[in-house]
């Protein structure tokens, strides 16, 4: 993870020297803003990654001598289809809407039905078809 941390360092560095420039030339404080927060969000990554790879071994890649063959075998999980992401979207849909028209009511309906949503997909995998 050293070398994600190091693109990420070099990503928050870019925007460190552009925010202030930017400000300088355009004066816009939408854009300004929003490079500020790109600056944090890539320095938190940042952080997260060098934090968490210093703590780890090297994995083949990171390694100067590492082999294809030294990363074979078990990546991890990665889960099949899902349609509750579509779901809970729908909802968050519905919530907005909901707010944007004024009716308290339609955001209500729409947080149950997300609540039944976000449940669902939380416990996709302890029933049905892919349970554990």
Do not use: N, Q
């Amino acid at each position: 993870m050293k070398a994600e941390a190091w693109i990420f360092g070099m990503t928050t560095a870019f925007f460190v020297l552009v925010s202030p420039a930017y400000w300088f030339i355009t004066g816009d404080w939408t854009g300004t803003t929003a490079l500020v927060m790109t600056t944090l969000l890539a320095a938190m990554v940042t952080l997260y990654l060098g934090f968490h790879a210093a703590k780890m071994d090297p994995r083949p890649e990171d390694r100067k001598s590492g082999e294809i063959a030294d990363g074979a075998g078990e990546l991890g999980f990665f889960p099949p289809y899902s349609w509750w992401p579509l779901w809970c979207g729908a909802t968050l849909g519905i919530c907005v809407y909901g707010i944007a028209l004024g009716a308290w009511w339609l955001f209500i309906i729409g947080g149950g039905v997300g609540i039944l949503a976000l449940g669902g997909w939380i416990f996709e995998y302890y029933r049905g078809e892919h349970a554990h």
